[in-house]
């Protein structure tokens, strides 16, 4: 599998499937490639959702992932392929542990720590989903984008495998109006039908995890990618499964940011499923710095 190899497939949602289908080189050893469209530097969610597949094809036993720890080190090349290497740390009938080192040549471009856990019945209980409304009631991102094509070209021109429903204005429609608001809530699903594979249907949430998660660091303030100058790049991600998933239907991210400092942010969010479940947590810090101009 090479990134400039072959034919252009059919939609970003089939260029996802292909690019999560890693080629096994050697035990424990994967190689993924980018999708046609691409920024300049490897997206953190296509990054994370191929470690976790690399982990999760070298289990023998079959566990439910319980928590994944991502530190970002070098920007990846989106002209070059990736290597994923396994470590097994850990392999036992209820409990399994693995690091994943994701490389172009030498160069070390992120380090994944992922845990699984069988841990049975217990004791359960569960956040409360905010109320919003429902996805299908909701614009699709494409319609949201009209009219601001030269404002976040980024966001028109990027890969769109995941389904989204803003329910409340994005960062560009509040900026506009000179609004704040201090959370995002986006509805997310995979863009086409997805096969009876758990661990695709993970790998997807874990890639969309990284599409909004900063945002209400920015909003909080009334900026907006685009309008402001500001940059922008993942530091850490990490996740904590508490349920299954199941990717072909709606799940709510709902995202806030409790903290800003120091030119880095914490963004965290809960994915919710239609039940209203809480399905999966995310915390991510990022390195955000703002330049503003003289006059807004």
């Known amino acids: 599998?090479?990134?400039?190899?072959?034919?252009?497939?059919?939609?970003?949602?089939?260029?996802?499937?292909?690019?999560?289908?890693?080629d096994r080189t050697a035990d424990g050893v994967f190689v993924g490639s980018h999708p046609s469209k691409t920024p300049l530097r490897t997206?953190?969610?296509?990054?994370?959702?191929?470690?976790?597949?690399?982990?999760?094809?070298?289990?023998?036993?079959?566990?439910?992932?319980?928590?994944?720890?991502?530190?970002?080190?070098?920007?990846?090349?989106?002209a070059h392929d990736i290597e994923f290497r396994v470590t097994r740390l850990r392999d036992e009938r209820r409990f399994a542990n693995r690091r994943v080192d994701a490389l172009q040549g030498e160069t070390l471009i992120a380090t994944t720590l992922l845990s699984y856990m069988s841990g049975g019945s217990g004791l359960e209980h569960s956040a409360t989903a905010p109320t919003v409304t429902e996805p299908e009631a909701l614009p699709r991102l494409r319609e949201l984008l009209v009219g601001y094509e030269e404002v976040v070209p980024g966001f028109v021109n990027a890969p769109h495998p995941i389904e989204w429903r803003y329910?409340?204005?994005?960062?560009?429609?509040l900026r506009g109006q000179d609004r704040q608001l201090d959370y995002n809530r986006v509805w997310v699903k995979a863009d086409g039908p997805l096969p009876d594979d758990t661990l695709l249907h993970t790998a997807m949430m874990v890639y969309s995890s990284d599409t909004t998660v900063l945002d209400s660091i920015i909003t909080t303030h009334g900026l907006s990618w685009g309008y402001d100058r500001i940059f922008a790049a993942s530091a850490n991600h990490s996740m904590w499964f508490h349920r299954p998933v199941c990717f072909d239907d709606w799940m709510l991210y709902s995202t806030s940011s409790p903290v800003a400092a120091d030119s880095r942010g914490?963004?965290?969010?809960?994915?919710?499923?239609?039940?209203?479940?809480?399905v999966a947590t995310v915390?991510?810090?990022?390195?955000?710095?703002y330049?503003?101009?003289?006059?807004?």
């Open 283 to 289: 915390v991510q810090e990022g390195v955000l710095k």
């Open 43 to 78: 997206f953190g969610g296509q990054l994370m959702a191929q470690s976790f597949i690399a982990a999760g094809r070298t289990l023998t036993v079959d566990l439910p992932p319980a928590a994944m720890s991502v530190h970002f080190i070098n920007g990846g090349d989106p």
């Open 1 to 22: 599998m090479t990134s400039d190899g072959g034919s252009a497939l059919n939609t970003d949602f089939d260029e996802l499937l292909a690019i999560l289908d890693l």
């Open 167 to 173: 329910t409340n204005d994005p960062s560009w429609v």
């Open 291 to 296: 330049f503003p101009s003289v006059k807004r």
């Open 266 to 278: 914490l963004g965290t969010g809960h994915f919710f499923d239609r039940a209203g479940e809480l």
